[in-house]
C-alpha cells in the first residue's frame, strides 16, 4: 500500500502522460497557457526523478478495493491506515485530514471519514486496489445539475442528452482555471445525489484513452472532449486550445421524479493507479493502468520553462510604485522573502494583529508539504512540495486583509473576484498568478525556510511560513488598473459557449 501511495503521489499514470504531452504540443509555446503546460512538463518529470509529490494538495486518498470471498477487510483497513500514516510521515502526502468543527489538523491524514475506503467482493481469487489522489481545487469544482435547469450562456438543459450535454459543457466552462485545467471529468446521468457523485467519480478510474462500451455515451464523450476544447478556457484558465483531457459518462437508473447530472472534476494532476495483489502473500502481482514494457519517459522534450530575458525582476518587501508598474501579462520573477496564508490564516488575520510584519509582503496562497530535517536541537525545514492554492476562497477576506496590514502582492491560482480587484487599484497592490499544482517545480524556487508562525495553532499547510524565494516565476492577471485576465477570459469562453449553437 506504501508503494503505491507513492507511485500515485509522484508518478502519473501513462495515459494522463499522454494527454498533457499532446496538449503540450497543441499549444503555441509563447503563450501564457503554452509557459504553463511547459511548467507543468517539467513539474512532472521533477517529480518522478526525485520520487517528490506532483502536487502539494495530495487530496483524499480514495481507495477502491476488490476482494475475494473470505479476504478479511478488518486487516486490511488496518494496513491502509499505516501506510496512509507513514506516505504522510515521508511527505508523500500532505497532512489533510481536518476536524470540521474544531479545525484541527490530525497530522497524519487519518481521522473520521479520512482516508476514504470502499470495498466489494468479487470473485476473483486476487485483490484489487485502485486510488485516486484528487485534491481541494478540482474537488471544489464538482458540480451537480438537476434537470430540468436554466444554465448561464447556454439556456434551458432539458431531461434529455441534448440537456445533459448543455450541463457538461458548463461544468468545464465554470471550472475556469480554479481546478487546475485542464482537467477530466468523471460524470453519472441519474442516480439520486449522493450515488450520482460516487458514480461519477468512479468514472475517473477509467483510462484516459478507452472507449465507452455505451454508443450513445462513446460519441457524448467524443462530442464533449471537441466542443470543450472549443470554449477557449486553457491551461489555468488563461485562455487556450486545450481545457479537458477526459470526459467519461456512465448512465444509472433513477426515480421518475429526479434527473441529475453529477460531475467529478479532475485537474492536469489527475493521480490514480492500481495495483493487483497476492490475496495470501499481499504482494503486488501486476500495476494497473502501466505497460511494464514500457519505461516512463520525459514529458517534455526541451527544458521546460526558459527565462527570457524580458521578464521583470521583483524583489520582496514590495513598495507601491514597485506594484503599481506592473500590468496584466506581465511575468515576473519574485526574489526574496515570501509569507504563506490560506484559509485559516486569512480566518485568523481577520480576527487578530499578524504574526510577524506583513507591510509590502507578498502573501503566497499555499499550503505546503514540508519536511523536518536534523536532530533537536538542530532541526531545519525544508521545502517538499509548494504550488498554489485556489484563490477565490479568500475573496471575502483579502481585500482587508491586504489594506490592514500593508500587503503588495498576493499570490495563488484561478484568480480572484471584484472586490479584491477594487482593493488592488484604491490600495496599490497586484495579484500574481503561479502555475497550480507545479509543487515540485516551485519548491526548488523556495530553497530557505526563515520561519512559520501558528504552526502548532494551524497545523503545516495552513501556519504561516516564511520562504526564501529565488527567480519564482509568476504571471501577473489582476493589476491595480482594474484588469482581470480571470475576468476577461470568463466573458470571452461565455460567449464561445453561446456561439457553440446549443442555446434554446
Ligand atoms: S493541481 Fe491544482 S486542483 Fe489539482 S490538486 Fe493540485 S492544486 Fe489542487
Not at 473470505?70 to 510521515?89: N, P, R, S, Y
Not at 475506503?117 to 476473483?124: D, G, L
Not at 496590514?405 to 491560482?413: D, E, L
Amino acid at each position: 500500500m506504501l508503494e503505491l501511495i507513492t507511485q500515485t503521489s509522484t508518478n502519473l499514470p501513462p495515459d494522463v502522460r499522454q494527454a498533457m504531452a499532446d496538449a503540450i504540443c497543441i499549444e503555441a509555446p509563447k503563450t501564457q497557457a503554452g509557459q504553463a503546460l511547459a511548467i507543468i512538463g517539467q513539474n512532472i518529470d521533477m517529480a518522478y526523478e526525485q520520487e517528490g509529490a506532483i502536487c502539494q494538495d495530495t487530496g483524499m486518498p480514495t481507495f477502491e478495493i476488490k476482494t475475494p470471498v473470505g479476504a478479511d477487510q478488518l486487516v486490511m483497513k488496518k494496513q491502509i491506515l499505516a501506510a496512509v500514516a507513514e506516505a504522510t510521515a515521508r511527505g508523500k502526502l500532505r497532512p489533510n485530514s481536518v476536524d470540521s468543527i474544531s479545525g484541527k489538523n490530525s497530522g497524519n491524514n487519518l481521522g473520521p471519514g479520512t482516508p476514504v475506503i470502499h470495498f466489494e467482493q468479487w470473485e476473483a481469487p486476487e485483490i484489487e486496489v485502485r486510488l485516486l489522489l484528487k485534491g481541494g481545487g478540482c474537488e471544489n469544482m464538482n458540480i451537480q445539475y438537476s434537470l430540468p435547469c436554466a444554465l448561464e450562456h447556454l439556456g434551458r438543459a432539458d431531461r434529455d442528452l441534448a440537456g445533459v450535454k448543455k450541463c457538461l459543457l458548463h461544468a468545464v466552462w465554470q471550472a475556469q482555471g480554479q481546478g487546475c485545467a485542464p482537467g477530466a471529468i468523471g460524470v453519472c446521468i441519474g442516480s439520486d445525489r449522493a450515488t450520482g457523485y460516487h458514480l461519477a467519480k468512479l468514472q475517473l478510474f477509467r483510462s484516459l484513452d478507452d472507449v465507452n462500451p455505451d454508443p450513445a455515451l462513446a460519441q457524448l464523450e467524443r462530442e464533449i472532449m471537441h466542443e470543450a476544447n472549443r470554449i477557449g478556457v486553457g491551461a489555468m484558465g488563461f485562455g487556450g486550445m486545450v481545457s479537458l483531457i477526459g470526459c467519461k459518462i456512465a448512465a444509472a437508473n433513477r426515480l421518475p421524479a429526479s434527473f441529475f447530472v453529477s460531475v467529478a472534476y479532475d485537474c492536469w494532476a489527475f493521480r490514480r493507479l492500481g495495483v493487483r495483489l497476492d490475496a495470501q502473500s499481499g504482494a503486488i502481482t501486476q500495476w494497473l493502468y502501466r505497460d511494464p514494457q514500457r519505461l516512463v519517459e520525459r514529458l517534455l522534450p526541451g527544458a521546460g520553462f526558459e527565462v527570457s530575458g524580458r521578464e521583470i525582476n521583483l524583489e520582496t518587501p514590495l513598495r507601491e510604485e514597485q506594484v503599481r508598474a506592473l500590468k496584466v501579462g506581465d511575468v515576473v520573477l519574485i526574489n526574496g522573502p515570501m509569507v504563506t496564508g490560506r484559509d485559516a490564516a486569512h480566518h485568523y488575520l481577520m480576527h487578530h494583529e499578524a504574526p510577524c510584519n506583513l507591510e509590502g509582503a507578498l502573501l503566497y496562497h499555499c499550503g505546503p508539504v514540508m519536511l523536518k530535517e536534523g536532530t533537536p536541537p538542530n532541526i531545519r525545514w525544508r521545502v517538499n512540495a509548494a504550488g498554489p492554492t485556489t484563490s477565490i476562497r479568500e475573496e471575502p477576506y483579502e481585500a482587508e486583509v491586504m489594506k490592514r496590514f500593508g500587503i503588495r502582492a498576493v499570490m495563488g491560482k484561478g484568480g480572484m473576484g471584484k472586490k479584491t480587484l477594487a482593493a488592488l487599484q484604491e490600495h496599490g497592490a497586484v495579484y500574481l498568478h503561479a502555475i497550480g499544482g507545479a509543487a515540485q517545480f516551485y519548491a526548488r524556487c523556495l530553497p530557505r525556510v526563515h520561519g512559520v508562525y501558528l504552526l502548532e495553532e494551524l497545523g503545516i499547510p495552513e501556519a504561516m511560513w516564511v520562504f526564501e524565494a529565488t527567480d519564482f516565476p509568476a504571471i501577473v492577471t489582476m493589476d491595480s488598473h482594474g484588469n482581470s485576465l480571470h475576468a476577461d477570459v470568463a466573458a470571452s469562453t461565455g460567449a464561445e459557449l453561446e456561439k457553440l449553437g446549443v442555446r434554446e
